[in-house]
């Protein structure tokens, strides 16, 4: 990591860049309020700090030896995020740093008409941002595979009606996109870019996702360790796009017999990751849970965690839903929810 | 399952019980408020429920097959525990169905001055019961065994300065207890005979304790599935004694890679097991993070998960502590969380 | 599945096809020696099955549940793979049925003369098959990723290199193949194209390659279970692809405390996997322990649990090599592996 | 670790022991054929190491810091051990550095029929150790415990059967000893004391079995990992027993989905131990897989990793069985693998 002082020039940037290419490396840079940070992306090992440091303009040139430099905390605390915790910001949306964002909507776009509704509904019942999925990245390529699975002209229509069903109740809206070919179309349409937890190791991906410049949203694999989500989120900033929210979403349950959710939701990862990067992180209880009867607990906690927002699949007719039924809220229930974590929100903050 | 009318008779009831006994099975009578159930214990195949129907003050004869169904909802249900939900009374201290019940101490016994110090600093702090490590059940033959390693008088020793504790400070005590030839001499001094994670599995140590007829808190193993903390409190309950705190303390934390906590906290446990039976629970955030700069985000994720209680280590000074330093807090910090958890606990309940 | 009687004309066969994508599903047509079987791919519910039954040529037609159906040997049985397996053949190497099939080679490719040198020694050794890196799918963006990461040029070069050394050694050749740009390059210069473990899940990769209608390697995530791994190989033989090699390389250490190997080889997948479908399946002692000195030792159990192959790093200088060194063999110890591997061969079968 | 001088004498060594029980320690003093080495016995920080160099017959004095000290080959090295690898006698068989020890037996003890009868069966099978269980350890109150459950009278008459089928049948014996108060039961009838997986974490049954001063077999828990298996394997070396046979039957599976066997089968833990101890290990094949139809492969592959022995459930009539019947061979089928594992022994070891 190399500190730029502050009346560094730019000449004096592209010097300290191009040093670093030379090497074989590329070199990340960001500019805060106060000062410039760059960051080498790839082995450090090859880079000389010790003559990096007298170059003009170089405040301090230090090798970083952890997968993830360019979010943490530390790359954070030079260019001025306050408390080194980035809101990432989208329309009039700010996740982090604040109350805790409500991400909803059905977890497959099945028709116009459901989404529409469902848009109504959860706008209605507090939620800041519509979801709904086009591509689902399923286990049984036997099993409903989403409406963009029919091909460019299906994946485009449902994003029209995701796209459509955002600006009619005014929330910025998220998909999950699947295929490095798909990431230009999906980004044409959406405010968000969400990677799946089976697509979480996809590098190609995230690398395809991240250079559309747009917030991304990667969750943790259900098999991943909070080292891994982090190093593999790297990908995405090494890109230049810091624009990342992290998702906790359960990993798979331990130890013999029957499992009563779907995955073990671990909550630490919360407060770790607010620990380790400067990144906003968010809960998704649906999928953790598998269980409706169990999203209102578990939003509380997550919230009172300190989760920066909430992804939450909700339906007007959970019995009806063509994908994950068993763990849609009703809209009525997301009210309950919204204002639950609204009150929880201030008091799990230290006094 | 048998369930007795109301105006059944003690002779009925005991005809009931010597059938199932004749079947080389045990029998455990519960008398509720308004109703006996008798649960068998041992394989129910072996019973003949049409028969064990037409019995005398017999109203309903059914096979549960669960491994846990003497601590079930379903079996609570029948003799009137409020909202099938039990509460564990120990001295004036109720753990169920309230406000978060906090026990806290240190890890390890060390001294009867470091104890009485504690006690009068945690009692100060708000917690309600006093816990104390004599007999440690380490990994390591190497590691530091607890004081009542030393044999029965160091053990006794140290139990006595745990009650002295307790009774100046007014707290009902608790600690863990290790080998089933201390189980008596433990039962002697404290409230709440614990069993820890390491022994979750020890069948004969369960049937042991239970027998003491005193509240029992069990601690699920870091790698136990719910549904095997489950079966072996069965182990407890069969002996008579209902008197279960199961308590949720973490598991193998999943991954490749740095593990950023001890274990993973999984904190769906609380609100599963609530739904699974009618027995309190409680969580520990010292074990499971092993990091006291996480131990107020997860008590407050806890108890918003509707967590029963907390069980926490605190030390006047951690850096001093011959056991876990690094995850012990101060009776300072210790104050600030028990009065966010005070505050949290109403919130985070359905309206 | 449908079954189609011998006598089944083509007209017969594409009147069930018909149907079958009427009902918006795919068909997977498998001739057979002796009968044409076709796979209906996508949610099979959607099919009137007692219609299908009665079209002219149909023998059978039954709905299958499982998620892998297409690579399940009951669809095997019904065209006539001797014994339900089938072998890959790859030029003149023939994996599966036979003598344990040895691909070989450095883990990542490091230059022309490296693995010119590795592909002569790995060829004296006994080795059938030549393996080398040329797109590393690192955790860390910071890492070595392989000389095609430097964009289409430097990996065609060391695409060519290994094409060369493969023509050179009489070897067929194996690389990695990540992000879905790359899949048509690299299928112009290798025989097997092999997915990595961390990119099993990758749904659109799987379909990409499968495509280039080469034989396809694909190893097991380290977090998945053998019903995942089964689940995403049938994306491949979804696309009318059946030449798929699988292969357990390990999963993730479970429990406290030092792990000695870098994941836990799974040797019963082997005959689980024999078991339920009629694919071959090689063992990668390699990468699943990481310790050269475990490699002979389990190498041979792979072996004796029946694994159709083993793949194994192997360099002339471990100490050299820019990846995972310590887990790579020298050419004289690949050897003393082989020999070990076809004397236990015959012997490991049943009598 | 202490080394005493080839010439030391009896006082030189109790000097030593002197010291370091007079530090809180307990010492463990293994006399080989050419030196005498002392195990401090807790934590060695407390010990003046550079003191105990100079006390008279003393080679050299240092500490070791891993939990398992006294079972580690570097202790064996020393008091002659060959290669470093112990061999566990009991009676006539020799266990460790040989042929496979093949133990057999039912599950569960039925009747002195059933195991007279399976006794006769697997001796003819070419079995070396009778096994059969009188204490089962399960994980439900509501299932079968083993005919010991019925109170030392029930247990007494099923070990008194075991013993005459072993002697009937000239096999040494071995049964799980679950229970502080059976241990001394056990062990008058038994040659090997057998430690359950789940009682594996019980650190007072450890030590109360290797009192008894008979070979003790320890099986890893299905959550621990071999370190776990390794420290706990030390509270009985501590007790100065070191006749400890380990047991590999499988961990918990991972990942979403069905599982195929029972536990995953851990085989690279073979040569670790191996590397690690001078312990011999042995392999349960019925446990780890659950199904008969895999205990072949798994054995073959057991012994070709290199493992000391296996422990193989057998039964005449595995559906008759009241526990685990799906997972028992027939004797014929035992003596397929004994005959293949015999085959395989010698061709799996390094030329």
């Not at 030896?65 to 329309?91: C, D, N, Q």
């Not at 109740?169 to 999906?186: A, I, W």
């Not at 937890?197 to 694999?221: E, F, G, S, T």
């Not at 019995?319 to 009210?335: F, H, K, N, R």
Request: charged share 25%; aromatic share 6%.
């Amino acid at each position: 990591m190399i500190i730029m002082r502050t009346d560094a020039t730019e000449e004096d940037i592209q010097r300290v860049v191009g040093e670093i290419e030379r090497s074989g490396l590329r070199a990340d840079v960001s500019r805060g309020e106060f000062m410039t940070v760059i960051g080498p992306v790839g082995d450090e090992r090859r880079l000389a700090f010790d003559h990096l440091a007298t170059l003009p303009g170089v405040k301090e040139a230090n090798m970083v030896e952890t997968p993830y430099k360019l979010i943490s905390r530390e790359y954070a605390r030079f260019f001025g995020e306050p408390g080194a915790h980035k809101t990432v910001t989208i329309g009039d949306v700010h996740l982090g740093n604040g109350e805790p964002v409500i991400i909803a909507g059905p977890c497959a776009v099945e028709s116009r008409a459901q989404l529409m509704r469902i848009g109504e509904e959860v706008k209605r019942a507090g939620a800041h941002v519509l979801r709904g999925g086009v591509f689902k990245p399923r286990s049984s390529v036997h099993s409903f595979q989403g409406l963009g699975a029919a091909g460019t002209e299906g994946a485009e229509e449902a994003l029209h009606w995701l796209r459509q069903a955002g600006d009619e109740y005014d929330m910025p809206v998220v998909t999950e996109v699947r295929g490095e070919s798909m990431v230009e179309l999906v980004a044409r349409y959406v405010d968000i870019m969400h990677i799946g937890a089976r697509n979480m190791y996809d590098q190609d991906l995230l690398v395809a996702v991240a250079r559309q410049q747009k917030p991304v949203l990667l969750k943790r694999h259900f098999g991943a360790s909070i080292e891994e989500l982090l190093s593999f989120s790297e990908y995405i900033a090494a890109e230049g796009n810091k624009d990342i929210i992290l998702c906790e979403r359960g990993i798979v349950p331990m130890g013999k017999g029957r499992s009563f959710t779907r995955y073990t939701l671990d909550l630490a990862a919360v407060p770790v990751i607010h620990n380790e990067t400067y990144l906003p992180v968010i809960v998704d209880p649906s999928h953790s849970t598998g269980r409706r009867d169990l999203i209102f607990s578990m939003s509380c906690a997550a919230v009172a965690a300190g989760a920066d927002g909430l992804m939450i699949e909700a339906h007007y007719d959970p019995s009806e839903a063509l994908v994950d039924g068993p763990q849609m809220v009703t809209p009525d229930e997301l009210e309950e929810i919204i204002q639950a974590c609204r009150r929880l929100h201030v008091l799990a903050k230290r006094t």
